[in-house]
Nanobody, 118 residues
Framework: QVQLVESGGGLVQPGGSLRLSCAAS????????MGWYRQTPGKERELVAA???????VYADSVKGRFAISRDNAKKMVYLQMDSLKPEDTAVYYC????????????WGQGTQVTVSS
């Protein structure tokens, strides 16, 4: 059974930083793509960043240069470093695992709230 547990969300002022963590269990994480998505009320869940099993990374245009995704396969952890946060980054952030090394995300954590506000 795949389990993904996010942590690290919270309230931060504009321009601040947060680091989200995702602990994965129930599978050999190194074989699969991992990603971070976010969702706000009334909107579809959107991809923020993803990293393949080979280490290739993609980012949403809105976070390029501000966010960084990384993975530690030995620890079964995925991270999202978020810098220069903006109010529009406010959302519930979800960790996700793909069913392949390149994507096809269909496993989800419970989400962690990130609020950027002064």
């Amino acid at each position: 059974q795949v389990q993904l547990v996010e942590s690290g969300g919270g309230l931060v002022q504009p321009g601040g930083s947060l680091r989200l963590s995702c602990a994965a269990s129930g599978s050999i994480m190194s074989l699969y793509a991992m990603g971070w998505y976010r969702q706000t009320p009334g909107k579809e869940r959107e991809l923020v960043a993803a990293i393949t099993s080979a280490g290739s990374i993609v980012y949403a245009d809105s976070v390029k240069g501000r966010f960084a995704i990384s993975r530690d396969n030995a620890k079964k952890m995925v991270y999202l470093q978020m810098d220069s946060l903006k109010p529009e980054d406010t959302a519930v952030y979800y960790c996700s695992r793909g069913s392949t090394g390149r994507g096809n995300f269909n496993y989800w954590g419970q989400g962690t709230q990130v609020t950027v506000s002064s």
